[in-house]
Nanobody, 111 residues
Framework: VQLQASGGGLVQAGGSLRLSCAAT????????MAWYRQAPGKQRELVAK???????NYSDSVKGRFTISRANIKNTIYLQMNSLKPEDTAVYYC??????WGKGTQVTVSS
């Protein structure tokens, strides 16, 4: 499975972005898909995860602000990010089946 993330960019604090991650094959049978992020000098961390039945989990730092969703017909997952903060600045990566990583997309939030 190859994954392509997109939708990153530069936004002011309080703004919104929607990230997309498109897979080269159907995501319907992929149990778990997730978004991670890595800020400069920090370890990669889990942001949000979606599993079978569209069960979702979020890190405490984004809970209530970010929403992960999937559109299996488009082989795509999304990350809607609202009320962005400067500390959300990072490269965001998608992960499928706990195995396949996509190339990251840069999100920069200015204060």
């Amino acid at each position: 499975v190859q994954l392509q993330a997109s939708g990153g960019g530069l936004v002011q604090a309080g703004g919104s972005l929607r990230l997309s991650c498109a897979a080269t094959r159907s995501t319907h049978n992929i149990n778990a898909m997730a978004w991670y992020r890595q800020a400069p000098g920090k370890q990669r961390e889990l942001v949000a995860k979606i599993t079978t039945g569209d069960k979702t989990n979020y890190s405490d730092s984004v809970k209530g602000r970010f929403t992960i969703s999937r559109a299996n017909i488009k082989n795509t997952i999304y990350l809607q990010m609202n009320s962005l903060k400067p500390e959300d600045t990072a490269v965001y990566y998608c992960l499928a089946a706990n195995t396949y990583w996509g190339k990251g997309t840069q999100v920069t939030v200015s204060s």
